[in-house]
């Protein structure tokens, strides 16, 4: 049976318990939560002992994996020679809970975030990144750019290289870039000190983790090179995704509650302490930006993947009364955002896919500059 928590140095022998506080702490913690995707997690775990820059952990936890291979895991890091923290948890945490699990495993300065299916984009990856860190100690964030495994495509949602700086209105503009969880890295004395399951069911806690650290004042560095890959390919397995779920038929609109509903909020409460007299006006900002985006982004793909009548029901659930709830607003914003709700629901469910398809590259070019008008400093 696995043991439910193993943690082990380079040349050390397996121990239940975290290493002593003396011990000098690696300069990365890469933090993965797994959940049955083993054979895409063993090729990641490849290319991150591919390294040249040795000095890092790797710390994972299992949402109580059903493939009947969690063993494989362990073996392959006992195996390997890495410095590792393994933990199967006792319950299925889903996704929130069990990031922020691979987070508490972690002793290093920095918390590499990395996803089960996605690699580091070359051995000098780590190496690359220490640098930069190095040379700017108050760096809470960073944020790279990525490429997809296959084909190599760049997704840029950062733009320029540099420190972008720091609080609230930097946390306020730059949350989306923090929608993917792959090469995010946090400081990790911050992380621990955010740690909530507030947001648990959000599969956001990356965005609200960075979003905190960036509001309280620790610096935002964004990196316009792509040093992860996104969905790693392994042949004859594929992973589970929204894409591929079986079409629901029924021929009634019913609200269907996206996590999205709950972005908004989330972001909102990860500023709030910092936020002082502009909360009212940034909060607007936030809630804008989650309607003016990832909103009519996500109606679109429901109807490609589903159906009109579900993409309804999804915006049915992410109606005001859902969106706004909790937060306060004065009349006139609220109204505001009522209104830009009813404009981009007409617009999601309107617009031709093929209309959108064609936009699209244009669109998320957009979508990545507006807001984002601060001028990063050079590295």
């Known amino acids: 049976m696995t043991p439910e928590i193993v943690r082990v140095r380079v040349g050390g022998e397996p121990d239940r318990t975290r290493i002593v506080a003396t011990d000098r702490p690696p300069f990365f913690s890469i933090c993965i939560p797994q ?28 949402d109580r994996s059903t493939d009947g291979r969690s063993h494989e895991i362990v073996e392959y890091l006992q195996e390997s020679g890495l410095s590792f923290a393994y933990k199967q948890n006792s319950e299925n945490l889903r996704y929130d809970g069990n990031l922020r699990t691979a987070i508490g495993l972690a002793s290093g300065v920095y918390c590499l975030l990395m996803g089960n299916d996605d690699a580091l984009a070359g051995p000098n990856v780590l190496a690359r990144l220490r640098e930069l860190l190095v040379q700017h100690p108050k760096v809470g964030l960073l944020v790279p750019n990525f490429a997809d495994f296959g084909g190599g495509r760049v997704t840029r949602r950062v733009r320029h290289t540099g420190v972008v700086g720091q609080g609230v209105e930097v946390a306020t503009s730059r949350f989306r870039n923090l929608s993917f969880v792959s090469g ?103 809630f804008l930006q989650i309607l003016m985006f990832p909103y009519p982004f996500w109606i679109m793909e429901y109807r490609r993947v589903q159906s009109w009548r579900f993409a309804a029901g999804v915006c049915l ?44 590259p244009r669109l998320y070019a957009i979508s990545k500059s507006l807001f984002q008008r601060a001028t990063p400093s050079c590295v």
């Open 317 to 360: 659930g992410m109606r005001p009364r859902n969106l706004l709830a909790n937060v306060r607003f004065k009349p006139l914003h609220r109204a505001f955002i009522c209104g830009v709700y009813l404009f981009f629901t007409c617009v999601g469910l309107l617009t031709p896919i093929v209309a959108f398809d064609y936009c699209r």
């Open 184 to 286: 995010l890295i946090l400081r990790n004395d911050r992380a621990q000190a955010h740690a909530t399951d507030k947001w648990d069911g959000s599969e956001m806690y990356q965005m609200y983790l960075g979003s905190r650290i960036i509001a309280e004042g620790y610096e935002l560095l964004e990196l316009d090179e792509a040093l992860v890959l996104k969905d790693i390919i392994v042949p004859g397995e594929s992973v589970d995704s929204y894409f591929n779920s079986p079409r629901v038929s029924s021929p009634a609109i019913i609200e269907r509650r996206l996590p999205l509903v709950q972005l908004g909020r989330l972001v909102e409460d990860a500023i709030r302490p910092h936020a002082g007299r502009r909360g009212p006006v940034l909060a607007v900002k936030i």
């Open 35 to 62: 959940y049955n995707r083993t054979s895409f997690l063993k090729e990641a775990l490849r290319t991150i002992k591919a390294q040249n820059f040795p000095d890092f952990e790797v710390c994972i936890a299992d």
